[in-house]
Nanobody
Framework: QVQLVESGGGLVQPGGSLRLSCAASGRILSINTMGWYRQAPGKQRELVARFTRGGSTSYTDSVKGRFTISGDNAKNSVALQMNNLKPEDTAVYYC???????????????WGQGTQVTVSS
């Protein structure tokens, strides 16, 4: 089985910073993509940022220049550095990994439990 463990959420004032971390454990042959999604009250879940094993990264427009995603292949982990946080960043953040577990040719998507990020004065 595969599990994703998240940490780093909390309450922060506007303009502050937080760092989210996620580590995948279990039977993992290789990781295709790891990233972070978020879901705010009354809104659909959206992709925030992600990277691929080849090193490419992508961000949603609203966080470009403020958030930075990074990965560590040796530890099967991903981190999201969030700077200059805004109230509209308030959401539950979910770690996601698309990886190969049972065989080399079929990948599946796995999700963490989610961690709350609240930006408020």
């Amino acid at each position: 089985q595969v599990q994703l463990v998240e940490s780093g959420g909390g309450l922060v004032q506007p303009g502050g910073s937080l760092r989210l971390s996620c580590a995948a454990s279990g039977r993992i042959l290789s990781i295709n993509t790891m990233g972070w999604y978020r879901q705010a009250p009354g809104k659909q879940r959206e992709l925030v940022a992600r990277f691929t094993r080849g090193g490419s990264t992508s961000y949603t427009d609203s966080v470009k220049g403020r958030f930075t995603i990074s990965g560590d292949n040796a530890k099967n982990s991903v981190a999201l550095q969030m700077n200059n946080l805004k109230p509209e960043d308030t959401a539950v953040y979910y770690c996601n990994a698309d990886l190969y577990s049972s065989n080399r040719y079929v990948s599946y998507s796995y999700w963490g439990q989610g961690t709350q990020v609240t930006v408020s004065s």
